[in-house]
């Protein structure tokens, strides 16, 4: 992967975590001030990941396609890049809900629910693990990416056909066609979210086709990020459509800017980013849960009389991302080795 795609990677999720203790400490300390609001649009981190996984999971098997001894390890690959980590911190998380009837809803208490949860699968509920949400989307894709190794051909009309129709769901239904309840199943199919994968696919296949020159690349690159913050400062936390649009084209600019040297050798420079990215994983499916008990043992010891919003904000925002990142080190990362060990063999 491109130094500035890890890099990027790593700042969705340092907005993401941003995002939430926002909203997190706003609920447990019933204040905020301009500093925590300013960080609502950290929510749009979640819309440059899909594109962000449009784009890499181009780059990464594009020549793959249409080859189906492929497939087998094209599966194995993303089982294991998403679900070990993922199922031990969800299992790890299970038996709070257990303690209290006041912790959680009473379906996560529920077998067939947690079965679905550690599987990933769409139901009308979110995942145990709230923030996996997104990663119920990813895994839709990642099926239906699939398509291009068993037939390229078949792969491209069944993507089109897929982007037409969330069009159209999206033109008949309107902006709330999203989410869970009744008809769970095809609001996620259809949902205007699965566009940003699709995009992020359009700008790799660019990138890989033509050769756009090296002004033209920086312009669109610095267009993006212009784009993406201002998109952010007009709308905030807003979950509409024209934020997913606004969001999604200033992520495909800024990723133009991938695999262009100067801004390469640029952001290299920048170790910490890097890390950020390759540790951005662990700090998006922990981070709520290390923003929760900060908030608790702050409130258990009464500690938060004594400080400021903005500095307990900048606290657990700091310790979240750290609790990420050594997760990442210890547990994560050694699994992920084994795993691909186990692949090459």
């Known amino acids: 992967m491109s130094y500035l795609a890890e890099s990027y990677r790593g700042i969705a999720a340092l ?6 203790t ?16 300013f960080f609502g649009f950290g ?30 390890q094209y599966f194995y ?31 996560h208490r529920e077998f067939i629910p947690l079965v679905k949860s550690l599987l990933l699968l769409p139901q009308e509920h979110l995942p145990h693990l709230g923030v996996a949400w997104s990663l119920v989307f990813e895994v839709i894709f990642y099926v239906a990416f699939s398509l291009f ?26 902006p709330v066609y999203d989410g869970g309840g009744e008809g769970y199943l095809w ?17 790799a296949y660019i990138l890989l086709n033509f050769s756009i020159k090296n002004r033209y690349i920086i312009s669109l690159f610095i267009a993006g990020n212009i784009l993406f913050l201002a998109s952010g400062l007009m709308l905030g936390d807003q979950e509409t459509g024209i934020a997913t649009v606004l969001f999604g084209l200033s992520s495909c600019l800024i990723l133009f800017g991938c695999y262009n040297a100067d801004l390469e050798k640029t952001i290299k420079k920048i170790s ?13 499916l922990t981070h709520t849960i290390i923003i929760s008990i900060l908030c608790k043992l702050f409130i258990l010891f009464e500690i938060n009389q004594y400080l400021s919003i903005t500095f307990m904000f900048l606290f657990i925002a700091i310790i979240s991302t750290l609790s990420g990142g050594i997760i990442f080190k210890y ?9 691909n060990r186990r692949l090459l063999k």
């Open 15 to 20: 907005l993401v975590v941003l995002f939430h």
């Open 22 to 37: 926002n909203t997190i400490t706003a609920y447990y300390f019933l204040d905020q001030n301009a500093l925590t609001l």
């Open 43 to 72: 929510r749009a981190g979640v819309e440059f990941f899909f594109v962000l996984s449009g784009f890499i999971m181009y780059i990464a098997h594009n020549k793959d396609f249409s080859n189906r001894g492929k497939l087998s």
């Open 77 to 107: 690959k993303r089982v294991i890049r998403i679900y070990p980590i993922y199922i031990l911190i969800t299992l790890t998380l299970v038996p709070v809900f257990f303690l209290s009837e006041s912790y959680g809803e009473s379906y």
């Open 149 to 174: 190794i068993i037939n390229k051909r078949v792969g491209l009309i069944g993507f089109i056909f897929w982007g037409i129709s969330i069009v159209f769901f999206f033109m008949i239904m309107g």
């Open 187 to 203: 609001k996620i199919l259809f949902s205007r979210y699965n566009m940003l994968f699709i995009s992020g696919m359009l700008v």
């Open 272 to 284: 910490f980013l890097g890390y950020l990215g390759k540790a951005s994983y662990s700090i998006y």
């Open 331 to 339: 547990i994560e990362k050694p699994m992920l080795i084994q795993m």
